[in-house]
């Protein structure tokens, strides 16, 4: 493909033909449905409970204020932040395996946002909904530069399964060990992290990026979520004691806000070059300018009960493609995406007997 020319900051009109479906995406498509489906009927033949495919383990889960921000370079006012306002929303704190581990098996972190009451053109399958879901993961790039490689790394997920607690354990002390050995020397594995070798830190502190693009009005953006109040960046890094406690990240997010409330900027970096920052390989670190468009603030509050839990945890779904047609996902990644997360809210809704909605308001939020 040939690339448009432009001013090295400008940022570039989304076209069409950026997006190139991959070879087989269809069959990539059914076989990570099956994939993902294996997993969660594996967790829900040993528990009886029918989790996430993926991220089933729930460490915080917060109500938030978004706020777009007033005078925004005119080419990040697209689509949600063309016009400043506030929306409710919702935070869910999550690890990436499908089925719920001792916080000692150490993996990455994602956070979900819902922000709810979006105004705008929706997608198809998205109609009469209101809410803007935004899923990121605590490293700037996907681990899988194509679906299929993706589907290759979801099979090896689903084969570990529920299989041995105790060794995935000991096997993920032994990882970190390794990446520690790596980060000494001014390198990082992201492999390694996503197998177990996480440092044991605090997840408040987390980063978190969508990792891949996603329509950004007439551009192409990926997005992130940074920790801005001083309590907050006091965190990034911080150990956090694990040991005999196999909901220690949940502990830690809980004694943090029953004291303190939290801030947070959601920054968007627009794609400027196809070449160096492509759509369809989101492995490759984009290299554009972050430019804050939001804030998200959360007010002293639970951070995680039981009556959340089956708030959120059951009665919500969360998926990149619970959007505005302005901030439809790109790439391939996102596309299997698509199919894959709609199959795994339907398995969990039927298997444990209750609806998933999006929902329109978070009137009920305190009696949880």
């Not at 005078?71 to 932040?81: K, S, T």
């Not at 869910?92 to 972190?109: E, I, N």
């Not at 570990?160 to 096997?171: E, G, Q």
Request: hydrophobic share 40%; with cysteine; glycine share 8%.
């Amino acid at each position: 493909m040939d690339f448009p020319t432009r001013h090295p900051n400008q940022p570039l009109p989304y076209d069409p033909s950026y997006e190139i479906e991959e070879e087989d995406e269809a069959k990539t498509i059914a076989e990570l449905q099956e994939t993902m489906r294996g997993i969660a009927e594996t967790v829900h033949k040993d528990s009886g409970h029918a989790p996430r495919g993926v991220h089933a383990k729930s460490h915080g889960l917060l109500r938030g204020q978004l706020r777009v921000l007033d005078r925004i370079p005119p080419d990040y006012a697209q689509g949600l932040f063309a016009t400043a306002g506030e929306y409710p929303v919702v935070m869910r704190l999550s690890t990436t395996p499908g089925d719920r581990l001792d916080d000692k098996v150490s993996t990455p972190r994602g956070m979900a946002l819902k922000i709810i009451g979006v105004p705008g053109e929706r997608l198809p399958d998205g109609v009469g909904d209101s809410t803007q879901d935004i899923v990121m993961v605590n490293g700037p790039v996907f681990l899988a530069p194509t679906a299929k490689q993706f589907l290759g790394s979801a099979k090896l997920l689903a084969a570990t399964t529920d299989k041995v607690p105790a060794l995935k354990k000991a096997f993920s002390a032994a990882l970190q060990g390794a990446e520690k050995a790596i980060e000494a020397v001014g390198g990082e594995s992201a492999t390694l992290k996503s197998l177990g070798g996480h440092p044991e830190t605090h997840i408040l502190g987390e980063t978190f990026f969508t990792q891949v693009p996603v329509l950004f009005g007439r551009y192409m953006a990926k997005l992130s979520l940074v920790p801005v109040s001083p309590e907050l960046v006091a965190l990034k890094d911080k150990p956090v004691d694990l040991e005999h406690k196999p909901n220690g990240l949940r502990g830690a997010v809980v004694d943090f806000m029953s004291e303190h409330g939290a801030e947070w900027e959601l920054r968007a970096q627009l794609c400027t070059d196809l070449a160096t920052m492509p759509i369809e390989d989101p492995t490759v670190e984009w290299t554009s300018p972050w430019v804050a468009v939001a804030r998200i603030s959360a007010a002293p509050q639970a951070g995680w009960t039981h009556g959340l839990s089956q708030l959120v945890d059951e009665g919500m779904s969360f998926s990149p493609w619970h959007c505005v047609a302005a901030h439809r996902p790109l790439g391939s990644i996102m596309r299997v995406r698509r199919a894959v997360y709609a199959a795994s809210a339907r398995f969990r809704a039927e298997r444990n007997g209750m609806a998933i909605a999006e929902p329109v308001n978070l009137d009920h939020w305190r009696e949880h």
